[in-house]
């Protein structure tokens, strides 16, 4: 699995013009699910991904999680974080078939509540529009492979 997290101030997904998820401050996660991943993937870097010590503390250093500071998490479905890009035009065979990603992203969800934190989202598959206003800005890369 591969995700893109940017600490945020806040973010919204909307479908057609209707917002389907929106947070505060805390995560927005742009998450690819490739074909090796399983549920050892998704508990893993929900984990990883919860308890990452990104907030400013008092003496402003990335001293905190996303509970110390009662953060959220966005989670928008993204295939193309396993795009090839050996042409000009990206391929997106080496992302997870829809079988795989959307149980698996559920299940990444699932494990985000699971350790105590408010997930909204967006629809799997969906075309969606995504707006956050950027924090620091900090945007970190995770990779379970």
Known sequence: MRAVVTRVKEAAVSIDGAVTGEIKEGFL?????????????????????????VFSDAAGKMNLALEDVGGALLVVSQFTL????????PGFSKAAKP??????YESFMAHCRALGFRVEHGSFGADMQVTSVNDGPVTLLFDTE
């Open 99 to 104: 079988a795989i990603a959307e149980p698996l």
């Open 29 to 53: 996660v742009l998450l690819g699910v490739g074909p090796a991943d399983g549920e050892e993937e998704a508990k893993r870097l929900a984990e990883k991904i919860c308890r990452t010590r």
């Open 82 to 89: 396993y795009a090839d890009l050996s042409s000009r035009r």
